[in-house]
Structure formats: structure tokens, C-alpha cells
């Protein structure tokens, strides 16, 4: 049993800052890639940022410049950090692991719960 716990998410006013993590845990021997994805009320979800094992990125362009995504693969953890956020960032944040492999030899993709992100004066 895989488990993806995220944390850091809250309530910023414009142009401020948040930090979120997202840490896995549970039968894990390798994970390719981990990610944060969002989901605004009425909109589809959609890739934030991510980041592979060897340390290659992907931002959507609406990010770029202004949030960072990073990696401890010691730990299976994967931040991101998010500045100069903007009314529109607000959405809940979901992290996601890709191509996990457990100690069983299966792969799989796994998902967070979710942490609310809120930006607004």
C-alpha cells in the first residue's frame, strides 16, 4: 500500500508565497516522475509541474518563472514552490506519482487527497 501525503497549502494574498510538499510512503522501490496538478471549481485538471527522478522539469506556461518544483528522491518527497501567486492559481493541488514501482514489482500511478491553495486578498 502506497500512500501520497501533500501539506503547505493555505490561504496567500496576491503576489505572495506558499511551499507545498508531498511526501510518499509505503511499499516503494522506485518512482519515475512526481507531479503537482490542479483543479480549479469548474475546470479540468490540469499538469502544474513535474519533475522526473533524474531531475528533468515540465511547468505549464502559466507557472513559469514563478514557481519551482524539487525532488528529494531519498525520501520519495517532491515540493513545489509557488511565488507572486496569482488569483487565478487558486485550486486544490494534487500531488501524483508516475511509473511508481512497489517492492512487489508492479507499477502503478498514485494520487494525493489534495491541500487547497487560495490566493485572494
Known amino acids: 500500500q502506497v500512500q501520497l501525503v501533500e501539506s503547505g497549502g493555505g490561504l496567500v494574498q496576491p503576489g505572495g508565497f506558499l511551499r507545498l510538499s508531498c511526501a510518499a510512503s509505503?511499499?516503494?522501490?522506485?518512482?519515475?516522475?512526481m507531479g503537482w496538478y490542479r483543479q480549479a471549481p469548474g475546470k479540468q485538471r490540469e499538469l502544474v509541474a513535474a519533475?522526473?527522478?533524474?531531475?528533468?522539469?515540465n511547468y505549464t506556461d502559466s507557472v513559469k518563472g514563478r514557481f519551482t518544483i524539487s525532488r528529494d528522491n531519498a525520501k520519495n518527497t517532491v515540493y513545489l514552490q509557488m511565488n507572486s501567486l496569482k488569483p487565478e492559481d487558486t485550486a486544490v493541488y494534487y500531488c501524483?506519482?508516475?511509473?511508481?514501482?512497489?517492492?512487489?514489482?508492479?507499477?502503478?500511478?498514485?494520487w494525493g487527497q489534495g491541500t487547497q491553495v487560495t490566493v485572494s486578498s
Open positions: 509505503g511499499s516503494i522501490y522506485s518512482i519515475y516522475a
Open positions: 501524483k506519482a508516475d511509473r511508481l514501482r512497489d517492492r512487489m514489482g508492479s507499477y502503478y500511478d498514485s
Open positions: 519533475i522526473t527522478s533524474g531531475g528533468n522539469t
